[in-house]
Each structure stands twice: as C-alpha cells, then as structure tokens.
C-alpha cells in the first residue's frame, strides 16, 4: 500500500471505530432510555439474577453488521449443513421400523387413532399400511435403516437420531416456518438469520447464510424460511444458484471483463472518498468498504460454487450431475462454502410429500427415487467432512416438517390411487451429526405401530434449541427486541437434547 | 458580529441552565416527576421482576394500586409520604446482596436511591407515560435567530441553544432542489419545475417550488409506496403456493387520496370503516382493503377458522402499530408489562374486527365488484325501483348482495355435513349422494330466494331445502342444472318468520354409487329477498338486469364486509394466547385508559372505532402521524422506534415540538398532511447543509439536535425510480394491475402455483417502482436487497442496512446496466460533442450541479481506460452496448456507457443529501 492509501485505509478505521461506537451507544444503551436496549441487554446477560457471569453480548451495527461477533461460550460447532426433506419424508419407510404395523396392514383404523384427531386429508376410516420397504440394524448401534438408504446405512454410526420428534403443524407452509423460525405464521427470521445475527461472517466475501435448493420447487413456505423476519433484512439467507449467476448479480454485465469492474469500482470509491472529504459522513466510508467487498464476493463466490474443479472421486462420491440443479450438487457446495467459513448453509430437497395422489408422490414409486436423488451425497457429506478434519466442528441435521401417517391416505373420502401416508405431527425422525453430537446413538421412541411416541419426546425448539446450544448460544438469553419485548428463536419454549450431545 | 452575538448568548444561556441544574438537584423540594424521573428506573431496573407477568414477592410496579398494595409479607413496599416506613427504601439502600434490590445486579446509583426517596417523600404520585396523554397546544419557544424560518426551527433552535451547537447554514439549491424533489415525489421533477427554480432570484422561489411539488401527481405515488409498508399491501395471498390476489385498486385508491390531499382522519376512517358510512361509494369500500391485505392460506388440509382468526389478530396489530404507534402484539397473551393495556382489552379491541364475512375463502370471499359505468347505471336503477316498491332497507340489502354477493355461508362454514367434506384447497363444500348440510339459525324473514354458488358433475341431482331438521317440512327444491364450472343457480323457498336451521339434502340417483361422479361442489348459498312486485312486467325486467349483475365478471377487490345480526360471531378472550382455551365472552371496545377519547355518540363496530382513533383527545393517531412524516423527511422519528412511543420505545428527543404539530395537524391544518408536509420541508431545520462538522461530531454525532441535514440512502423504491428519472425512461403511466419489470429467472418457484414472472413489455418495464408487482414469498429481488419489506406483516420502519448486495444490484442488474445505456445515450444526446461536457452533463442530469474537476478527471481516466479495453475486443463492446445486428459498436459509446454505470452507483446518487 501507498502511504496515501494507508492514510484513508487509517481514517476508514477511526471513522468506523466512532460510527461504530455512536451507533452502538444509539440503538443499545444511551437513546433507550428506559429500555428496548437495556431489555436487550438485560435478557442477554440474564436478568433477574438467574445468570450469573456476564457474557458478549449481541449488538447491531448497522456499519459492519457481518462482523465476526463471539456467542455466549465456546461451541463446539463453528457451522450448521441444514438438509431440509421439504414435503416430510415417511420414518416409516426410512427409519422408524414397525413390524407391528406390518400385521395391520390393510386393516381399518382403530376409531381411538381418529378421535378429536384432525388429519390435512384424511377424511373418513382410512386403512393401515405397513412398511413399504425392508429395515435392517446397521453398524455397531445397530441403528434401524431401511434399505432405501443402502449408503446412508454404512454411516448409521456417525449420527444421533431422533426418533420421537414431534410438531404441532399439519400442513407444510406453517410446518416448515416452525421449523425454521420458532413460529408457524410468517414474520420471524429463520434460525440462519439468528446464527449470523449473533456470530456474524467469518469469511468477509461471502454470504454468511447460504440457502441451495433443489427439486425443481422452492419450500412450500417459501422464502420466509430463510428469510431475517424482524432482524435487519441484511441477516437473510442469501439463495445460491447451480444455475445462472450463482448470486443474484455477482456476474458482471456482457463485454464487462474484471479489469474494466476493478476500474469502475476505484473510480466509484474515488469519487466517494471525494464526496467523504467534504461530508465528513462515515457512512459514505461503509460504502467504500462495502464495494471492496462486492468486488471480492465476485471473485470468491463463483470460485466456490463451481464444483467443476473438484476432483473425479469426490464427483463419484457425492453422484453429482455438474450443470444440473440437484440436491448432490447442493450438497457439495455446501461443504465447500462451509470450508470457506460461511455459517449456515440451509439445503431444502422438494418432493418428499407421500400422499399417494399420483405415482410421484408415491412410497413404493416416487420416494424411491428421492430417496436414491439424496442418500448417497448426504453420505458423502458426512464421509467427506469427516476426512477433512471438518465434522467435528459442522453439524448436520437432516430433518423435515412432519411425520407420516401409519395409516393409508384416503383423501376427500376415497382411497388413494397410490400406496401414500397423510400429514402426521406426533412422531417422525430426525437425524443429526458433527459438531459435538453423539455418534451411533438414538434418542427417544414412538409405540409400536409409530403412531405416538412414547419417551424421549422432542420437538422443533429443542432441536433449535440444541442447534444454538452447539454453537455456543444459550437460546434463552439469545434474543431480540421486537413489538415491545425480547424475542427469540425458541419462543417461550425448548429444551437442549443433551442426551444426544457428546 | 451577529455570529459572536449569539455566541454569547448560548454562553449566558448555558450559565444559567447549568446554575439551574444545579438548583434543581440540590433542592430538596424539586417535584419529582414521575414519568421522566421514577418510570425510567422501574422500568430498567426493577419490572422484569416486579412487573405484569411476574410479581416476585408479590410486589408488582405496573399500576399504582399494585404498587401500593400489601405485598406478600402482609405489608405494602411503598408508604406515600414516608419513605423511611417503606421497604422499598431499605431493600435499595442495604449493604447485604442477599437482601439487596435489584437482586445480583449492580445498586441503584446514589442519584436514582435519592429520586426514589423524594418521589416516595412527594407521596409516591403516579403519572401517565407522555404518549397516552391527550395533545395539548404547546407555547412555541421564544427564541430568536436570523436562521430561523418557522416554528419547527423554533423548538429545534432553543435545544441546540441549551447544547450549545450551532445549526448549519441552508444547502445550496442543487441539494436542496433533490432533496425536497426526493422527499415529496420520490423522484426527479420536470426539468421545467427544476430549472425556474434555478435560475430564479425570487425569495419565494422555494416556496413555489414546494407547491408544486406538493401538487404534482406523482406525491401520491411516493407516499403510497410508505403507506403499503403498513398496509402490508402485496399482489399475492401468502403462504405456501401463494397464488395472486387482485387487490391493486387499494394501492390506486392510495394514490388518489394522497394526491386529494384526504384529510389524515378520513384517510384513516375510511380504511377502516369505509363499508360502515352511510350509502358508502364503490372507493370507500375500496379503501377497506386496506384491512383485507392480510394473508390467506389456501395451503391443503389447513383450517379456515385458523387463518381467518390469524387475519382478524393481524389486523389488530397493524391498527396498533401502523396507526397508534403501539406493540399490542403483547397483550394477546398476558397483560402489557409496561404499558397500560390488560390481557381482556386485547380481545375487546379484536371485537372490533372479529364479525367480518371474510373466512379465509380461497376466492377471497367477499369481493367487491367494480362494475362498468353502463352496469353501475343499471344497478341504481334497479335499487331505486326496489326501494319504491318495497323498502329502503330491502332496496340497500339488494344492492349489497349484488356488489359483494354477501350475506352467503361458505361452503367449508355449513354445519351438520353429511355424506361430504370440504374439499381441495378448503374451499367448496363436497357432497355425495344422499349429502346433506345445514344453515344454522338463519333469520328467514322475508326470505324466499336461495342462491348457489356451485359445480355439479352430472346432470339429475336434485337438492330440497328442509326447515329446522333433515327430515323437516320441505320448503323448497331444486333441480340442479348440470354446469361447466362454478356458476350460479336459484331457487324458491317458502317464507317463514323467525329463526331457523335450514337443511339441504342432495340426491343423484342415477349416479349413487359411483362416489367421483355423484358429486356437487358448493362454494356458498345465500337466503335472500327476491325482488318486489312478483308477476308484474317490472320484476320480469329487473330480474334479468339482476342476474345480469350478478353473473357479469367485473374487476373486484377483497373488501370489508360486516356480519348481519344473524351472522354474528361471539369474541372470547384467548386464555395465553391460544384460540383453543377460550376465556371470557367480549364485547367491542377500546382499552380503558384510553377510553376518553370514545365519543359518546360511537357505534360498537369499526366506525366508532375509527371515530375513536380520529378523536381529538386520542394521544397516539397523530402523534405517530406526525412522528412517521418527520421521519421520512428527516430518516429518523422525533421518536426513533416509530412503531412503539410506550415505555418501551425511545423517548422523543423534542416532544413539545411533536406534540405542537400534532395538536396543530388536528386543529389549524384540519388533518391536512400536505400542509403538515409542508410546514415541515419549509423549515431552516429541513434545509440545512449535511455537512458533519468536527464539533458536530464531538457534540452530536446521532445528529438528534438537527444542527445538520441528515445524509440518508434512498429508499429501494427511490434507487430505482431516480435511475429510471436520469435515463429519461421513466413512464409516467399511472395505475392498473401490478407490472412485472425485468427480473433474473427462477424467482418464483412456489409449489401448487403455475403462475410465473412475464417481464412486463413496452413502457411497462419502466414505470414507477410503486406499480411494480409484490409477491410475498417472493419479493423483487433488488428492492428486497434495498431494504425493501417483503409485505408479510405491517412493518412501521425500514432498518437501512449496508451490504455488498446492494453493490453489486446497481453494478450489474441488468435493470440497470439498461438504464445506464439509456443514460449515457442522453449524455451523449444533450451534453455535447466532447466527452467531458458529456460526463459533466450526466452528472448535472443526476446532481444539479457542475461536476468537480478532480472527480470529472476519474470519470475521464475510467472511460479513457474503458475505451482502451473496448478497442481491444469488438465483441465486449457489441456485447455490452447491447447492439443488435451489428458485429462492430464504437468503444467510445461502450466506455460511455460502463462510466454512466458507475456515475449511477456513486455515494451522493445513492444518497439523498
């Protein structure tokens, strides 16, 4: 660097220095006189004596709010892979095993399964349907795994399940909502929001919450799952393309080569620098920064989400289809944006809704093939980070928003045309692994037929409660202020898994 | 020298201010206040223990007579008058942390223990939170200073007199011919408006200016687009496949009122109430929509009755928040914790809302038909034959049923189904053979008319109407004629006064076992008057105008629609929260401690409720009206958290000054927001420079004493609309259904929704961003990155954010990169035929004013470089001309080009300055 550019490179630093401090003491501490700050505060340092030690606390800054921020303690994971089965894959078929159900297959319901019960679709006595795929106990936990994930089941080992997860929506948009940001309406920001709210961005040049999708429809909620809520706008999941720009406007127009951007973004930031001398206003240096970075993110984006240059057997491995759009491609993506420092990479996979309406939405048809479109990359995922050293600090979660039914869709009143199973929020499975969870363990069981569960109940804020707890926030004290008090991801509710927590 | 006089006199000022500081703490006798000195402290330090939800000890600081009362060790904590008999005293003042208040936190300060005492000494008075107290006519301080234009300096100048900072000098024209231009119509006047300004000499010329501004058409298009933040005003219903609603006519009726300068109290009361005035027009019931931007869910499987309570909770807290500047959010589970609002109060307030006809109907029921001048003469003829003929009652309730087919039961709101279900998307009423279905406690006075909505499959079903049970006496039946789609059909009942349960029974023998094809589809049935004079030529004619009203498609909209007396729907408090553990019955009304402001005359629906909020002794409307337009001029509210001036929001930082425009907006300018608006851009305070000063950022940095113009990003609405007023592309096409300007593939991939982005053609591309089309789920890519509100909820504030994101939007959308070709095309077409007058043009087209030199020489060294790079490829230049039919462009107009794409993205046009 020039002397002169150390000059402005030392005036950008002491002017965000006291734009920060003017910015922190106006949203947090002196303007708030009586509070949205100090609740904010109070809460996060545990009001009302329940916490002891103070702890960093989470603050906005408007001027650098990516910056790289510490959580409450030190977690034991530093990035969260979410895979997402949007529509709700049946743990009846993948793992939840129930001979039981086998024998009443083709049965009438018990009317106890139906009464003061509200189903999406079912309407009148539906039959029962048995598994529709062989089980075996897998790896030394002897893990029940069907044999349509024959190469998820050589990994049984790494993961803790959850076998009794539970939720209190029956349809998909609401149902993915809780998952993802605590509450079922739209208008609360998604748990990568949170996750970069509170830690910011490691890696300056690129999108601290990444989304990749896949399966030819974005979730049934929409892009609320990922969006900030009442969190600055700034904190949103920025969706990452296979296809086309891999940001939205990272590539330069036609005939714009990298020399021509570098020299129209020095003239810019020339005539801003210009325009900061005679106003004096810090923000003009943010901008400043803030189209450094954009010229940086062009260059480090599109390097991370071209997969070309991986090498053949990692292609093998995963069973990418490089040019495509699937959820194999996504899910190397997402290791290598996790390698490169991004925070929360949130992967949703649509189709996975099993009714038996038609022969894609079909257990013994449909599912088969989604089944084979993703067990063998989220194999990968898990096998490949753990060669790079990288499991121990990412969890995995594998999840969807609800269960399946272990009767028989009967829609409208007639019996579906396909083998399917309705919505069901009482019992499903979800699967998590890395970033300090057990490996080869099970929490929590359903009865016999799956239909409820009977011990180690969870449901969606213990998992989210979990997911912070893993990253070093306590989801209690993590929290924001909005509509006149402190909210947070969990609600008024969540309890950590510790049972699944090595 | 008039400089060093006034110098001067901030010193005396300051002398004597300091002196009476001084005075003020040292005097024992000092009033305690107990809004600015007690409630701060109890709030920060003491209610997260001691509040509404939790009472430890049970000691509760929310009320006064909580406060006061025993606590559970059988005495009270506080004794007015006796601060030493009080055990509040000594839990604050003790040594022993176990014994100390508040528990394991830091003591209270030697300052805050003493206020304690003085207040407890002066008879522990409690005093109301300044927002919840009627506005009264402020005294405009007596201040003098040759910078001072009106009343607003006023009040600015006498605190930064107390502060000791000097206010700026007023902006050059070229700024302040910008900023007043963005501030009132979002975007660039004529070129004629900006260059009589210019160039005039005439004192007033800023004035004329203003006026102008303030009449011209597109200042409704600008406060429009602030308003459908609060409407949450969107395209599309939400949720999952979030399929289009048409509902444009509100966003046009918006623009309308702004530019008929509405007064802000009929704004309000007809979005309101508008369905509830006498004889209300086609746009008061248009306005209403307002209430039906909440979102619908036509998701599969999900419950109407949960998503219709959903809407009437949204509408609730968007009343609150957009319009009263309050977070009633909280109340819908336990009592406010701070402010003075009950738990019960919260579901009286819903009341209000709660007997609306909408249900969460896939077709938006009810919708309000928009019909062509030729039917809307017809139809008041119709009504005014009805009204001689009959009554003036039937003759309003025709008219209603035709423009909103209302009162009908939904299909999926019928009761005793049998043999049925509600099908698809939650929508019609599914019946087999022998189904049956039932209109519970349906007023029959009169009524001898029923009317269908529906789809039958095959032809020989047949449906008969039975009073009060299903094998009741038949009072009608209908031959179903087959359809193609849904339709309309009728037949005759007998009449019979009073209340009854009506069954229906439905038959097709032919098909009765075939359980697909024995079906028919209900979307709702009406029980209505038929029209009067039965047998005569005049009801042959106007029967057939009837039907031709009713089956005529016309352009409609989502309105408000009352419940009739038959229909109303009881209101239960929510035990926590929750719509499963109903408490209490309700019945309409507003929270107590601001139920002055209820006029004695009110209505117990929506209309007395508007009349409430529009009242002049209501504490909140125009505070937060006048707080929400200072705000968009000055970026940020006299209160900052717009939307909460309860105790928990931030403290006004001039709130004579608030309150004087307020109480002056209800009284002297009659609601006017123009002339509130104009007051407001009039002032000294308004024009100053933006300069920061050094001693401003010693002594001011937040810039909350106004001794600067605030520097500001535009909003993503602005970005857009100036880069389309520079380019010369602008439309100046006004209304109409939302248009879809460019935007990169693959935005929209709801499921269940075939619907897909079609870039708007021709000059639709190009209108204002206003118009632009909103879908919720999947909002307008770089507004969204703009800060731009996704339109889920009310949102009373846009957070203005930094990101890279919004680099690359102004670099490389295609949008703009287009809008930069248009925009060097007009430099090189106006600026002459040297590249520098062609550079200093474009800026001037952007600014007002001569470029600099030192920042011509960058633009000059960019396109010298750019034409360098350009002569070297004749495809990059091609490619990013964009020339068609061509395989060669001059450099020069490629280099021109990339430099009016960085001129487009520098600091002071991002800026509002």
Known sequence: ?502 | MKLMNKKKLVFLVAIVAIGFVVVRFTTSDRQVDFSTDVKPILNKKCITCHGGVRAKAGFSVLFREEALANTESGKPAIVPGDPDASELMRRISIDDPEERMPYKHEPLSKEEISIFRKWIKQGARWGDHWAYVPVKPQTVPDVESPWIINDVDKFIYQKLEEQEIEPSALADKATILRRVSLDLIGMYPSKETANKFLTSNDPKAYETLVDSLLASKHFGEKWTSMWLDLARYADSKGYEADHERQIWEYRDWLIKAFNDDKPYDVFLTEQLAGDLLPNPTDAQYVATAFSRNSMNNDEGGTDNEEFRVAAVIDRVNTTWEALMGTTFGCVQCHSHPYDPFKHDEYYSFLAYFNNTRDEDQPPEFPVYKLFNDTLKQQLNKLVSWVKENSSEEDAKEIKLFLQTSQPAVYGSSTDSIKNGFISGNNGPLALHHNGSFMLKKINMDGRNQVIFRYFVLQNGATISAHLDSPNGPVIGKWNVPKTKGTQLGTFEVKTDNGIHDIYFTYENRAFAHDEEQDRIYIEFVALTKDLPAKGTPAYAANKKIYWKLLETPQDNVPVMVENPKDFHRKTFVFEKGNRFTPGKEVQPGVPNSLAAAMPKDAPKNRLGMAMWLTDQKNPLVSRTAVNRFWEQLFGTGLVETLEDMGTQGTLPTHQELLDHYSWKMMNDYKWSMKRLIKEFVMSATYRQDSKVRDDLNEKDPNNKYYARAPRLRLHAEQVRDQALCVSGMLSDKMYGPGVMPWQPAGIWMNPYNSESWKTSEGEDQYRRSVYTYVKRTAGYPSAITFDGSQRIVCTPRRIRTNTPLQALVTLNDSVYVDLAGHFSSRMAKEGGNDVKSQIAKGYEMMLYKPIPQQKLDVFLNLYEKAVAEFKTSDSAAVAFTKTVGKTKETPEKAALKLVANAMLNIDEVITKN
């Not at chain 1, 009302?48 to 603050?59: D, H, L, Q, W, Y």
């Not at chain 1, 997402?84 to 009443?104: I, R, T, V």
């Not at chain 1, 991370?304 to 759009?325: A, D, R, S, W």
């Not at chain 1, 993703?374 to 995922?381: G, I, N």
Request: with cysteine; net charge neutral; hydrophobic share 35%.
């Open chain 1, 1 to 502: 660097m020039t002397q002169k550019e150390l000059n402005i490179q030392k005036l950008l630093n002491e002017a965000r220095e006291r734009s920060l401090h003017a910015h922190t003491r106006r949203h947090f501490l002196k303007e708030s006189a009586m509070g949205l700050g100090a609740l904010a505060m109070g809460a996060l340092l545990g009001s009302c004596g329940s916490r002891g030690a103070a702890s960093p606390t989470v603050m906005f800054d408007p001027a650098r709010p990516l910056l790289p921020k510490p959580p409450h303690f030190p977690g034991k994971a530093k990035s969260v892979i979410f895979l997402h089965m949007a529509g709700a894959p049946s743990q009846l078929e993948l793992f939840d095993y129930k001979p039981a159900l086998m024998k009443m297959d083709g049965q009438d319901c018990p009317q106890s399964f139906l009464e003061g019960r509200q189903f999406a679709f079912i309407r009148g006595i539906p039959k029962m349907l048995g598994p529709q795929a062989n089980f075996a106990q897998r790896g030394q936990s002897g893990a029940w795994v069907s044999d349509r994930l024959p190469h998820f089941s050589t990994v049984a080992d790494e993961v803790s399940f959850l076998k009794a997860m539970t939720t209190d929506q029956f349809n998909h948009a609401p149902a993915q909502l809780l998952v993802h940001t605590g509450g079922p309406r739209l208008g609360r920001p998604s748990i990568g929001s949170w996750v970069t709210y509170g830690l910011g961005t490691e890696n300056q040049n690129l999108p601290g919450f990444v989304v990749l999708t896949s399966g030819g429809n974005n979730p049934d909620a929409g892009k609320s799952v990922w969006g900030s809520g009442f969190l600055p706008s700034v904190y949103q999941g920025v969706q990452c393309r296979s296809d086309g720009d891999p940001v939205l406007f990272i590539k330069d127009p036609d005939g714009v080569n990298r020399d021509l951007r570098k020299a129209s973004i020095d003239a810019i930031n020339n005539v801003n620098k210009q325009e900061f001398e005679e106003y004096q206003d810090p923000e003009i240096l943010s901008r400043i920064s803030q189209y450094e970075m954009a010229y940086r993110m062009q260059i480090t984006a599109p390097d991370v989400m071209n997969i070309n240059n991986e090498p053949e057997y990692i292609h093998e491995m995963y069973g990418t289809k490089p040019g495509k759009t699937c959820f194999a491609n996504n899910v190397l993506l997402a290791r290598k944006l996790v390698e490169k420092g991004v925070r929360f990479v949130q992967l949703f996979d649509w189709g996975w809704d099993s009714h038996g309406a038609g022969a894609n939405e079909a257990l013994n048809l449909g599912f088969i093939n989604k089944c084979r479109s993703v067990d063998k990359a989220m194999t990968a995922l898990l096998l490949d980070l753990k060669q790079r050293g990288l499991l121990e600090e990412t969890l995995v979660v594998w999840a969807g928003e609800f269960g399946r039914t272990p009767m028989q869709e009967r829609r409208d009143g007639a019996v579906n045309p396909f083998k399917g199973r309705d919505h069901h929020t009482e019992a499903f499975t979800v699967w998590l692994a890395g970033g300090g969870i057990k490996k080869g363990y099970t929490h929590g069981e359903t009865d016999e037929i799956g239909y409820t569960t009977v011990s180690g109940k969870t449901d969606n804020h213990d998992l989210q409660a979990t997911i912070l707890h893993q990253l070093g926030f306590d989801h209690e004290r993590f929290t924001y202020p909005f509509q006149g008090r402190p909210f947070r991801l969990t609600d008024v509710a969540g309890k950590v898994i510790h049972d699944i927590i090595a």
